[in-house]
């Protein structure tokens, strides 16, 4: 039987990837680089949430042009509990999940009774909202945001503090989150989802209820983006109104299509591109954005799947299957 | 016999525009009812009123005792009462048999619950495979719907109905477009369903529709002016008059 639509990983692939991982942060304090310790979490984090934003893109259909609120959400959450003198770091990211997962379920309610462009309009309005009203609330700091006293702990006797540690709890999180969504994709909701990206009137005509399906996909990726929010509050120890910009939503929607959407190391291959481009040539001009804009034509032009779609296309070729 | 579908006094406006025009008409158990009529006689607006794509202005529909008139397209289908596309619409990106097995899927419920990889469930795609077999596409299972030939996505495109498990059948002219040979398919799969399924039947070819309809209504700009026999249909003036047209009267 040929089979189009499950997801693999090659075992080899996917575990050589997790001990890759695990060894980075290793290796770089090996080499006396532990700043990169953080870059290496920041850049898990904000995988964690591309993959979020590629689940409703790539596999929904629905371009989602205000994914930033759900992260901005969540990062809220955990200021406001760490400030409130809530000290579990599994207790407020639960809350981070919970925060973005409410809040996606009240705008996709509403915005996933439109398609297309007006979609793409209305998500954007809604996270514009949550902008506004973060900028405006003195409660949350304005626009000077609100910092974090101190780093949630993360019991077992862990430090939280040390940079290390907190690289393996989000490493951690990220690979339960991709495992999740990996089994999600491949049980019959996931398949659900992509029936519904590829023909959504004939979804409806053989009998899914594609609004409610489409609802439970757009808060789970709410609820990953928010807990994503909550680890960058956590990593950067404050947040502030910049976390919900629309600018941050366009970037999501920049490391999904660079890394490949429908792909299902789409959003990872994006985050990690990005940040590292990001890393390495703001070092050298400020004019960085454009060396972006011209990798987001190629990719456009040349390899419509994107960073991760060449990966596989390579094995594939290699591999004459 | 109460009628499976029956259908009371159901009108859709579109503005200044009345395309479906208080029709009223019962559907019997296992009765193949086809519906013909000139270009622009409402009769496409006529299925898209009953499956839910459209929302009646006013009339209602009522499927097996239940009033449907209000229910979402998904709700009509679970309850047995699924369409087919004049305009072919299918999962280009699925092979044949992962297109059935997906039509099969809503109803085994627990679309939001299961966990289990779809790909490892062996009675769907049996399921799927007979579904196959009988829609006459069993030799063409691994092929992407997209792939397909014309005439095999016409296959297709009822297959899918059919797996839904409808027991009322909506087919929006199932012929369109196809060659004599292709043709010939289809008509045998539309005779293979004569008397396991009630069949609602739009269509151009009027040698299909006489030779498989068990009563035939005809509609002229929205309004049903006869129903009967195919006998009768034929025998029919005002049908003569307004469809047929004036010289064959």
């Given at each position: 039987?040929r089979?189009?639509l499950?997801?693999r990983f090659?075992?080899?692939v ?10 980075l ?7 006396d ?9 920041r ?5 964690l949430?591309?993959?979020s ?6 596999y929904g ?6 994914h930033a609120?759900f ?12 400030r409130?003198g809530v ?12 925060a973005?997962?409410l ?13 297309g462009v007006?979609?793409?309009?209305i998500?954007l309005?809604f ?12 409660g949350l700091g304005?626009?000077?945001g609100?910092n ?11 430090n ?5 540690t907190f690289?393996?709890a989000v490493l951690a ?5 991709l495992?999740g ?15 519904i990206?590829d023909n ?9 209820p594609?609004?409610?399906l489409k609802l439970?996909a757009?808060?789970v990726?709410g ?6 929010g909550g680890l ?5 120890g404050?947040?502030?109104?910049s ?10 929607m920049i490391?999904?299509?660079l890394?490949?959407?429908g ?10 591109a ?8 703001a ?5 960085w954005p454009?060396?972006?804009?011209v990798?987001i034509?190629a990719v456009?032009?040349?390899a ?5 779609g060449?990966?596989r296309r390579?094995?594939?070729s290699r591999?004459?299957? | ?5 029956r259908?009371?006094?159901l009108?859709?406006?579109?503005g ?7 029709v ?8 193949l009812?086809?519906?013909i009529g000139p270009?622009g006689?409402?009769?496409t ?5 009953l499956?839910?794509a459209l929302?009646?202005?006013?009339g209602?529909?009522v499927?097996d005792g239940v009033?449907v ?7 009509r289908?679970r ?19 992962e ?6 899927q809503?109803?085994?419920g ?5 966990w289990?990889p779809v790909?490892g469930d062996?009675?769907l ?9 009988e829609?006459g596409?069993?030799g063409?299972?691994?092929t992407?719907a997209g792939e397909l030939?014309?005439g095999e ?7 899918l109905a059919?797996?839904?498990?409808a027991?009322?059948l ?5 012929m369109?477009g196809?060659?004599p040979?292709?043709?010939q398919?289809?008509l ?9 399924l009630t069949?609602?039947?739009?269509e151009h070819?009027?040698?299909a529709?006489f030779r498989l309809?068990?009563?035939i209504s005809t509609?002229?700009y929205?309004?049903?002016v006869?129903?009967?026999t195919?006998e009768?249909?034929r025998?029919?003036?005002?049908v003569r008059?307004a ?7």
């Amino acid at each position: 039987m040929r089979d189009t639509l499950t997801i693999r990983f090659r075992p080899v692939v996917a575990l050589g990837g997790l001990v890759l991982l695990l060894a980075l942060p290793l290796g770089l304090i090996a080499l006396d680089q532990p700043f990169y310790v953080v870059l290496a979490t920041r850049i898990l984090i904000y995988a964690l949430i591309a993959s979020s934003l590629n689940l409703l893109i790539g596999y929904g259909g629905m371009v989602s042009f205000g994914h930033a609120a759900f992260v901005g959400a969540g990062a809220y959450a955990v200021a406001v509990l760490v400030r409130g003198g809530v000290t579990s770091a599994w207790l407020v990211w639960t809350a981070a999940m919970l925060a973005g997962g409410l809040l996606s379920l009240l705008i996709g309610a509403v915005s996933l009774r439109t398609r297309g462009v007006y979609f793409i309009m209305i998500t954007l309005a809604f996270a514009q909202m949550a902008y506004y009203l973060v900028l405006s609330l003195k409660g949350l700091g304005s626009d000077d945001g609100l910092n974090l006293p101190r780093r949630p702990t993360l019991g077992l006797g862990l430090n939280p503090r040390h940079d290390l540690t907190f690289y393996y709890a989000v490493l951690a999180l990220f690979a339960v989150s991709l495992l999740g969504m990996w089994r999600l994709l491949n049980a019959p909701l996931g398949r659900a989802l992509q029936g519904i990206r590829d023909n959504e009137a004939r979804m409806e005509a053989i009998g899914f209820p594609v609004y409610r399906l489409k609802l439970a996909a757009f808060v789970v990726a709410g609820a990953l983006a928010g807990l994503g929010g909550g680890l960058l509050a956590t990593l950067n120890g404050l947040v502030s109104p910049s976390l919900l910009h629309w600018t941050q939503s366009g970037t999501l929607m920049i490391m999904v299509i660079l890394g490949g959407a429908g792909q299902f190391f789409g959003g990872v291959a994006g985050a990690v591109a990005l940040l590292l481009i990001e890393e390495v040539a703001a070092e050298h001009t400020i004019h960085w954005p454009l060396g972006v804009g011209v990798a987001i034509l190629a990719v456009v032009l040349f390899a419509p799947s994107g960073l991760a779609g060449l990966w596989r296309r390579a094995r594939f070729s290699r591999g004459g299957a | 016999m109460t009628p499976l579908l029956r259908i009371e006094g159901l009108s859709k406006r579109f503005g200044g525009v009345t395309a479906v025009d208080a029709v009223s008409l019962d559907i019997a158990q296992g009765e193949l009812h086809a519906l013909i009529g000139p270009n622009g006689a409402g009769k496409t607006t006529l299925i898209h009123v009953l499956s839910g794509a459209l929302p009646a202005s006013s009339g209602r529909a009522v499927f097996d005792g239940v009033d449907v008139t209000h229910l979402p397209m998904h709700a009509r289908v679970r309850s047995g009462l699924a369409r087919s596309y004049q305009i072919t619409s299918l999962f280009p990106n699925f092979t044949v048999l992962e297109n059935l097995a997906l039509a099969l899927q809503p109803q085994r419920g627990h679309l939001f619950t299961a966990w289990q990889p779809v790909a490892g469930d062996e009675t769907l795609f049996a399921q799927a495979q007979t579904q196959a077999q009988e829609t006459g596409l069993a030799g063409r299972v691994d092929t992407l719907a997209g792939e397909l030939a014309h005439g095999e996505r016409r296959l297709l495109e009822i297959g899918l109905a059919l797996a839904t498990g409808a027991r009322l059948l909506l087919l929006d002219e199932p012929m369109a477009g196809l060659g004599p040979d292709e043709s010939q398919r289809l008509l045998q799969l539309l005779q293979s369903l004569k008397g396991r399924l009630t069949v609602l039947l739009v269509e151009h070819d009027m040698d299909a529709v006489f030779r498989l309809a068990d009563r035939i209504s005809t509609l002229v700009y929205g309004r049903i002016v006869a129903t009967g026999t195919p006998e009768a249909i034929r025998a029919h003036p005002e049908v003569r008059r307004a469809y047929l047209g004036e010289s064959a009267a």
